[in-house]
């Protein structure tokens, strides 16, 4: 029972520490640490078990090209970070938006850099990690299947900072698809879901001394009974 609660209490505690970090060292992760993640996170459910999800890892000077490739895309292209709704969003998600924004201001002030450059510049870049890890799905699965590429999304988020890595989550990324495709030889077949950064934290970058806020319970849930 106590290992049990233990282990509870370590699940716990990588949930409420893990945060995303957007400064990184240039140090190599390790191939077999990164399988390590990899291996964990094909326990994330899925409908059916149908294990939706394929993982391209991009290192070394391939991951710079990337970076390369994707920072021309983004200058010719200006399409940068946003929430992507389709119609206006309610003003409770837009107050939280603000929020963040306000709250991350003093830390980018801090190091002399524009809010918006850094943001859609450093996703482009994978904030310099030196592991990109794309996370893809068959053409052939629904919309809502993404769901289950999230799920383990989560899984790979937790046992990265279990290893005491860290990592960044990029959803800017899919929107220069056919760049990423055409440089990895991604199949036709392939989306690119989302892209995660994966390294050791850079902690003397004041970008990373920042942790989002999150509302009370009460504003997420309804209880029937």
């Known amino acids: 029972m106590e290992g049990n609660q233990e282990s509870a209490m370590d699940l716990l505690k990588a949930i409420q520490e893990r945060k995303s970090i957007r400064a990184f060292k240039p140090d190599a992760v390790p191939r077999e640490r990164i399988e390590e993640i990899l291996r964990s996170t094909i326990y994330a459910p899925s409908a059916i078990n149908l294990q939706p999800w394929e993982w391209i890892v991009v290192t070394g000077e391939e991951k710079e090209r990337l970076s390369r490739r994707l920072i021309k895309a983004y200058t010719?292209?200006?399409?940068?970070?946003?929430p992507g709704n389709v119609k206006p969003l309610?003003?409770?998600?837009?107050?939280?938006?603000?929020?963040?924004?306000?709250?991350?201001?003093?830390?980018y002030e801090e190091m002399g850099v524009d809010i918006n450059?850094?943001?859609?510049?450093?996703?482009?870049?994978?904030y310099g990690a030196p592991a990109a890890i794309l996370f893809c799905m068959d053409d052939s699965f629904p919309k809502a299947r993404i769901v289950d590429v999230g799920l383990a999304l989560g899984y790979f988020l937790l046992t990265a900072h279990?290893?005491?890595?860290?990592?960044?989550?990029?959803?800017?990324i899919a929107a220069y698809e056919d760049e990423i495709k055409d440089l990895l030889n991604i199949p036709e077949d392939k989306n690119v879901v989302i892209g995660v950064a994966l390294g050791?934290?850079?902690w003397e970058s004041p970008v990373n001394r920042f942790k989002t806020t999150r509302?009370?319970?009460?504003?997420?849930?309804?209880?029937?009974?």
């Open 76 to 82: 010719e292209r200006q399409i940068a970070c946003s």
């Open 90 to 107: 309610p003003k409770t998600y837009g107050k939280r938006g603000a929020k963040t924004l306000a709250l991350m201001k003093p830390f």
């Open 117 to 126: 450059q850094f943001t859609n510049e450093g996703s482009c870049r994978f």
């Open 162 to 172: 279990e290893f005491g890595l860290a990592t960044c989550p990029i959803g800017l």
């Open 200 to 202: 050791y934290p850079d």
């Open 215 to 225: 509302d009370d319970l009460s504003k997420f849930v309804r209880w029937i009974e």
